[in-house]
RNA sequence: GCGCUCUUAGCUCAGCUGGAUAGAGCAUCGGUUUUCUAAACCGAGGGUCGGAGGUUCGAAUCCUCCAGAGCGCGCCA
């Protein structure tokens, strides 16, 4: 528990108890009161609406309910040392030099487990699922990064996570993923210039996965694309596998899971699944109407099964079956995520690219249908990230085969940045990944400046000759902290509220959002000592004040924390 | 025509379960180094929170409408 937590839950039942000391007659709206990090400006620890929620329910003026609960927090809570009113009735808090000490200790124990919010569900995460017709390309890194890292914050918070990759290794897209690893073949054994039909991929990484088959399997003869297309499938598929899963580690991604559609056609899924919906009338025999956006000269008025997904608020029921009676996509995905129910994760979470935002009703409308409303699926979009390459914008196309591959990226970049740029954002919103820029190792690069911070808190470390620090006796009578520190430590107590509230929805990028605050205060917290001697920490290798050796124990804690939870690492050394 | 996302400083973005004088970075201008790491720090200027209504004691935040940008709208995957 954090001293948010702690003393709101203090403060709770401190108004119950003296609800009549206060002249309330309602006590309601109790989950409106926060206690909140003040402004920075007014120089307090905490910070109360208590006075203006109870003051609206019970038509007292908040100031003047504030100032009564101002005595009551000053005569009752031991933990709070100074109470103000300001503005429309917020109550700023300070907390007791003991509380600061206690819980400055408190940290310095929990260390890697600060922040942690404990929770104790399981979780299935399914990212990346790009198809297996090629390397990953820029776009897949930020859902694949975000997938991981949402996974890394849900395993801190005590929570068990599954990370899941689903292989599209079946259907039609598969089928012209082959055939142009079979056209490159004849290509490069025959001769035979390569079609230009817009159905082919035509990246050069095609002619790869050729070359190694050809070399593989010397004596078989290609000349029969239908006679080789199961031989081809599997070597063609097992080879962007390898290229997907070498991109996914250079990233340092690591699924737990590979889930692959053909197992779920073998197996046979679909039919024991669409069985199961069909009891349920939620799969019947219809007709659908014809689509109303672009015009599709492929539509057919054919009776065929249909997932009545307006049942569960998509816009329109869904079929389940192509026009020749072969399951459609979707049906494999139902399957698939009946699967996932039946794997028994008490949350679903799905990681999908900008231009699926259009499956999302239909897929979690599927899900409450399989779980009947007990499981919910919750459907994280990243937005584009958009290209600039020699200033203008750099579209990428798997078809077109001239996007910019995760590799191409890695050649440039470290993975570090990578990680951490491509989550220095909302996923609500889209990424101007500059080429040029990002590959100049420029101070531009928010990460460094953050790896730094901890670069010179050990460096400081390694003057005292010392490693971490478990416990520091501070002495209540001693203790005192500048304004600097205290700022410092208040941004160190904010550390669980910021995991509490990424976690709530998905909000990763307030991670390194907040360690970069962090570590703006603890570069000006150093730089002190270079304006002025006095402010330096060290003098004859000895730490000047016990404070001190504290602040910087904090901070090394959330830092490491956080960039653990990114998963960026974190050198000792710069 | 419909759905989702976005519109906040010159640029890139935070802030959104309603609260205090709307914040960062970059860019611009001006300062700081015989050092515990200057890959850093300090200071200055810069705003009709896309527009119009509404709810409220209080709106960048919630609701409605409008405008602009992006992504989608198979019986592709």
Redesign the pocket.
């Known amino acids: 528990m954090n001293i948010f937590e702690y003393h709101l839950k203090e403060i709770h039942n401190l108004i119950l108890i003296k609800k009549d000391f206060l002249k309330l007659d309602k006590i309601e709206n109790l989950?409106?009161i926060?206690l909140?990090v003040?402004?920075e400006?007014?120089n307090?620890d905490l910070?109360c609406?208590i006075a203006?929620?109870l003051g609206?329910s019970n038509k007292l003026a908040?100031k003047k309910l504030a100032e009564k609960i101002r005595e009551l927090f000053l005569d009752q809570i031991k933990n709070f040392s100074n109470v103000e009113i300001?503005?429309?009735?917020?109550l700023?808090i300070k907390l007791s030099k003991s509380a600061l000490i206690e819980n400055i200790n408190s940290i310095l124990k929990n260390n890697e487990n600060y922040g942690s919010n404990k929770t104790n569900d399981t979780y299935n995460i399914e990212f990346v699922s790009a198809?297996p017709t090629g390397p990953m390309h820029v776009g897949h890194c930020r859902g694949a990064i975000y997938g991981d890292v949402l996974g890394n914050l849900l395993t801190f918070n005590g929570n068990k996570v599954i990370k899941e990759y689903y292989i599209?290794d079946?259907?039609?897209?598969?089928k012209n993923f082959v055939e142009s690893v079979y056209f490159r073949i004849l290509e490069i054994k025959f001769k035979k210039p390569f079609p230009k039909k817009n159905n082919l991929y035509p990246g050069l990484y095609i002619k790869d996965i050729a070359v190694k088959i050809l070399n593989e399997n010397k004596s078989l003869n290609f000349e029969d694309f239908e006679k080789n297309f199961e031989y081809l499938k599997n070597k063609s598929l097992e080879a962007s596998m390898q290229l997907i899963k070498k991109d996914l580690k250079l990233l340092g991604i690591n699924h737990d899971n590979f889930f692959s559609?053909s197992e779920i056609v073998n197996k046979d899924l679909v039919n024991k699944t669409v069985e199961v919906l069909k009891k349920k009338k939620y799969v019947e025999k219809g007709?659908?109407q014809?689509?109303?956006?672009?015009k599709?000269d492929?539509?057919?008025?054919?009776e065929?099964l249909i997932f009545k997904s307006t049942l569960f608020g998509d816009?329109?029921d869904?079929?389940l079956?192509?026009?020749d009676g072969s399951w459609?996509?979707?049906a494999n995905d139902i399957a698939y995520h009946m699967d996932k129910v039946n794997r028994g994760y008490q949350n679903l979470v799905n990681v999908l690219g900008?231009?699926?935002?259009?499956?999302?009703?239909r897929i979690t409308a599927a899900v409450s249908a399989i779980s009947e409303k007990k499981i919910k699926l919750n459907c994280k979009?990243c937005?584009?990230v958009k290209l600039f390459k020699d200033g203008k914008p750099f579209k990428m196309s798997k078809r077109a085969g001239d996007f910019i591959s995760a590799q191409e990226l890695l050649n440039e970049v470290d993975k570090d940045s990578i990680r951490f740029i491509m989550l220095n954002?909302?996923n609500?919103?889209?990424?101007?990944f500059d080429f040029d820029k990002v590959k100049e190792?420029t101070?531009?690069n928010?990460i460094?400046?953050v790896q730094?911070a901890y670069?010179?808190i050990?460096?400081?470390l390694?003057?005292l000759n010392t490693s971490f620090v478990e416990k520091i006796e501070l002495d209540e009578i001693d203790f005192n902290l500048n304004e600097m520190e205290e700022k410092i430590i208040r941004k160190v107590f904010e550390w669980p509220k910021i995991i509490e509230?990424a976690t709530k929805k998905f909000?990763l990028?307030?991670i390194p959002?907040y360690l970069?605050?962090l570590?703006?205060l603890f570069?000006?917290y150093?730089?002190?000592?270079?304006?002025d001697k006095r402010?330096?920490?060290?003098e004859n290798e000895q730490i000047k004040r016990k404070e001190i050796l504290a602040i910087i124990n904090l901070v090394a804690i959330v830092i490491k924390n956080g960039m653990g939870i990114l998963d960026v690492s974190l050198?000792?050394?710069?």
């Open positions: 989950g409106k926060n909140e003040p402004p400006q007014f307090f910070s609406n203006m929620v609206t908040p300001a503005g429309p009735g917020f700023n198809n599209n079946y259907g039609s897209q598969i559609e007709y659908l014809p689509p109303k956006g672009e599709d492929n539509w057919k008025k054919v065929r816009d329109t869904r079929a079956q192509k026009n459609t996509y979707f900008a231009d699926h935002t259009g499956y999302i009703k979009v937005q584009l954002r909302s609500d919103v889209e990424i101007d190792k101070k531009d928010p460094f400046y730094y670069a010179r050990n460096s400081l390694r003057t509230s909000d990028h307030k959002f970069y605050e570590s703006t570069h000006a150093w730089s002190r000592g270079n304006e402010y330096k920490f060290i050198p000792k050394k710069m």
